[in-house]
């Protein structure tokens, strides 16, 4: 079947996967995800941090969706949950203050949800 540019359309291919396409987008969404926190942590690293980059999570953050910015300190949460649970093993005098914040944090009763990556509940 001739295509828009006059050429031969190549023949559709009834065996195809219908999952396939929830896998690739799946992909191309985790390696997305994997830049971006590339890019934070290289941020983290080489500038410490800094108040830029505090600035435009701010500024970001108050444009969004009451929803999306649930559903981002609920991953924010989850995170520092999941670093509080870490063995004592993982951790030296460089960051252990942020280890003890972390889990006087998670200690807040009935604020724990580590392992579920429920984060807060989505209303």
Excluded at 61 to 76: D, S
Excluded at 115 to 120: A, L
Aim: proline share 6%.
């Amino acid at each position: 079947m001739p295509n828009t540019t006059g050429t031969e359309s190549p023949p559709v291919n009834t065996s195809f996967d219908p999952h396939i396409l929830e896998r690739i987008n799946q992909e191309d969404v985790d390696k997305e995800l994997r830049h971006a926190v590339e890019v934070l942590f290289r941020h983290a690293n080489y500038y410490g941090g800094g108040n830029a980059a505090i600035r435009a999570l701010m500024e970001r953050m108050r444009g969004e969706h009451r929803t999306v910015q649930q559903a981002f300190l609920g991953i924010i949460k989850t995170f520092i949950e999941w670093y509080a649970a870490k063995p004592d093993i993982e951790f030296d005098l460089r960051n252990k203050a942020a280890r003890d914040w972390a889990r006087t944090v998670s200690s807040i009763p009935g604020q724990n949800t580590c392992g579920t990556g429920m984060g807060f509940p989505l209303i």
